[in-house]
């Protein structure tokens, strides 16, 4: 019997957050909302948006891949007023799988 090479199948995770999952963080350090995931993911259909508790979008509908870390996605946020808000991620990983998800943070003063 002879072995052949091993196929990795691995969908993205994401591994951190800014603001982090379940998180508060002061208005004034709050310039974008950053998600890292255990693996570099492809261009096509990453996307990152951030949603009040209002239901309104506040990013700058400018999310985009770090080019020197291809882990890394941000998206630019308008000035964020205390309350919370809901980060909602898609990407696909390297292994072709579509992965989403969101997670929620709160501002303060």
Do not use: C
Not at 65 to 84: A, N, Q, R, Y
Not at 86 to 91: G, K, L, M, W
């Amino acid at each position: 019997m002879q072995a052949g090479p091993a196929i990795s199948r691995v969908h993205a995770i994401v591994v951190r957050t800014f603001p982090a999952q379940n998180g508060v963080a002061a208005a004034s350090t709050i310039g974008k909302v950053e998600v890292w995931y255990d693996a570099g993911i492809r261009d096509a259909f990453a996307a990152l948006a951030v949603i009040s508790a209002a239901g309104a979008r506040v990013d700058k509908r400018d999310a985009a891949i770090d080019k020197s870390d291809p882990s890394h996605v941000s998206v630019g946020v308008e000035p964020l007023t205390p309350g919370k808000y809901t980060a909602r991620y898609r990407a696909l990983s390297a292994d072709g799988h579509l992965v989403s998800g969101a997670w929620e943070f709160e501002v303060s003063p």
